[in-house]
Every structure is written in C-alpha cells, then in structure tokens.
C-alpha cells in the first residue's frame, strides 16, 4: 500500500538514496532539506522538495504523513570536535523540534540515521548494539544524545522508532551518490586521484594492529543501507526503540580499499604514509545480526569492488556533468 513519508535530509547523500527507493517501491515522498551541505539536484525527480529547515518541521508536518525518516544532520567528525556546538545546536537541539513537530502532528513512526561512531573504540569485534557506548567526538555524542531521546519518545509518548547505526556507507546509486564539502571519506578521496583531482591517496597511519597497519573498516553499500530504512518502516512498533547496525560484517583495511581503487579504475594511484588521523580507530566491523533477526535484512552487494565500481561510475557522471 502506498504510504506518505517526510524525508529530512533527502539532498544528502543517503537521504536521496532512501527517497529514491521509496519512490520506487510507491510511496509518495517529501525532501525537507536546507541544503546547508546537500544539492537541490540530488533530489531525485517525482519527490516534493521542501527548502527549508528541521528546526522549522512544524510548519509542513500534518497528519498525512505516515512516517519521518530522519537523516538532516552535520556529520563531519573533525569539525564537531573545534565547533562541537554547531553540533549540538543543529543533530540534538533540531531533532528535539522535529519529534514535538511529529508529538503535535501525531506522526507516530520514525527511522533515525545513527551511527557507529556512537560506540567509540570498540574493546570487541564485531559491534554489537549491547556494546557499551562511549563516542570519541562531539559528533558521535550528538547522535547518542539523540538515540537517548528517541527512546525517551518511544518510552513516554508511544513512538515507533527504528534507528540504524551505519558503518563506513560507500557505493552509489544511479545519479545519487557521495558528494561532501570538504570530503573526508576514503573512498571518494582515493577516486578524486583517479579523477585527476588530487596527486595522491594520504594513508592515515601504517602502524595500527592490523594485518597490514593499516586502518580496517566494514563498508556497506548506499544500496543496501536504504533498502534496510524500507524495512524498518515495516518492523516499527509503537512504544518501542529498536537499534540495528548496518554493516557487512566484512572489514578492509585502507589499503585493500586503495588497491581495489586501482583495479575498478585502472589508475596507479599513489599513496603517501602520513600520521595517524586523531579518534580513529584501528578496527570497525558491525554484528549486523540485530538487522537480519529484527529487519529481515540481508546485504547484497558486499564484494568491495562492486561498491567501487558504483562509486566510480557516479565520480565519472560527476565529471560528465562538470560538478565537483
Ligand atoms: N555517510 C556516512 O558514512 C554516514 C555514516 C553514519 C551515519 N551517517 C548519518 O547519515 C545521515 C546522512 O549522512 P550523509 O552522508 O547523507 O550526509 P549529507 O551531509 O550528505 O546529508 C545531510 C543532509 O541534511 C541536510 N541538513 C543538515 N542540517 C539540516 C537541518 N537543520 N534542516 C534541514 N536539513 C538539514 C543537509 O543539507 C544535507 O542535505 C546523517 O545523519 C549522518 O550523521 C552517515
Ligand atoms: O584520506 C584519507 C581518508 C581516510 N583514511 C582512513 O580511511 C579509513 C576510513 O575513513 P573514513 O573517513 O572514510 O571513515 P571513518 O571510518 O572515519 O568514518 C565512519 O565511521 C565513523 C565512526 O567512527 C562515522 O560513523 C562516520 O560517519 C563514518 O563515515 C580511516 O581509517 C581513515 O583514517 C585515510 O587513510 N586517508
């Protein structure tokens, strides 16, 4: 049955993802985004775009609406640890607004962007959501802060709440892809190389406890993460907080991305060994177990080449399209 979602942050990389998918399974889909680092065109076509900010939800929210799928946040780690209040003010204090816009409006679902960085270091691998969670930025406590309120919502006001702690999200899909400013993610950086736009890959350390030194992540394809927000729509219930990791359950190290960088594009790709990046750590593999017993969810496209592939070919429409 077709149903009516409000998609905050749907300019955004994942956001425009998951309103695509929802586009095509039916439903009819409105963007709320202030474009403070998404894009008006990656909103895809057939979605009501709304400019304008969470802060302000209330004023477009009503009781048409089915569901909240919330994905508007500033998510740069370094920059939230030398403004960490620009974080609190817009992830924790519009997310506040936004569920007493949803209270008044009697929107009783909601799916929530998380993150792994809620965790922090880990002390086991895989991550699983009973790990404890003590995040190592302002930016990953902003997102705990808010899962803490969301289960406050459930608990007090009946809200059916689903959030989805990602992990390292890549790939693309059709025009929607990975596109932030500054970019800080490893592999569109190591494709800006491919694409001629920088001289060489940095590597963030080669000394960690890791088989090759090198930092290992779990990424998980744009695809895959949107179709799980498809699922939990389904599995939300009303008075209860449900947490699931998105992951493969695969890690990679920094180098292992970078040579499958090199096969995907056949460029040579030089890397540079530079310091350790400060908070990062050595290990981040998701149990995604809670996703497949809770959400029926299974990842498909794990093979970290075919999340490559996908990404190139979205830097390459980039390209074509002389957008940055
Ligand atoms: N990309 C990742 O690897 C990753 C990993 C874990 C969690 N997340 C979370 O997923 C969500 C989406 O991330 P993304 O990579 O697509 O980021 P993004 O920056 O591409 O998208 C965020 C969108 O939210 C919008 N926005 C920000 N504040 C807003 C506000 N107050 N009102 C309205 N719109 C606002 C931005 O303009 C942007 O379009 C974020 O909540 C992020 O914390 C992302
Ligand atoms: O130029 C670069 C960029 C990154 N890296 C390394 O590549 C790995 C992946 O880095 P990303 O910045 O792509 O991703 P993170 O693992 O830092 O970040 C992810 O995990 C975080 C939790 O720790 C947050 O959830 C964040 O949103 C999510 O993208 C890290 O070891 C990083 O040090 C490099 O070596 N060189």
Known sequence: MSKKYL???????????????LLQAGHEVTVLDDLSTGH???????????????????????????????????????ESVTDPEKYWRNNVGGTMDLLAAMRDAGVRTLVFSSTAATYGEPKTTPITESAETAPTSPYGASKLAVDHMISGEAAAHGLAAVSLRYFNVAGAYGTCGERHDPESHLIPLVLQVARGKR????????????????????????????????????????????????????????????????????????????????????????????ATDRLGWRPSRADLADIVTDAWRFAQHLDRTKES
Request: some cysteine.
């Open 40 to 78: 008006r065109e990656g909103v895809p076509a057939g979605v009501r775009f709304i400019e304008g900010r969470i802060q302000d939800a209330a004023k477009w929210l009503d009781a048409s609406y089915d569901a909240v799928l919330h994905f508007a946040a500033f998510s740069q780690v370094g």
């Open 7 to 21: 998609v905050t942050g749907g300019a955004g990389y994942v956001g425009s993802v998951v309103a695509a998918h």
């Open 199 to 290: 001289e060489a890959i940095s590597v963030y350390g080669d000394d960690y406890p890791t088989p090759d030194g090198t930092c290992v992540r779990d990424y998980i394809h744009v695809a895959d993460l949107a179709e799980a927000h498809l699922l939990a729509l389904d599995a939300a219930t009303a008075g209860e907080h449900l947490i699931c990791n998105l992951g493969n359950g695969n890690g990679f190290s920094v180098r292992e991305v970078i040579e499958t960088v090199r096969k995907v594009t056949g460029h040579p790709i030089p890397e540079i060994t530079a310091p350790r990046r400060g908070g990062d750590p050595a290990v981040l593999v998701a149990s995604a177990r809670a």
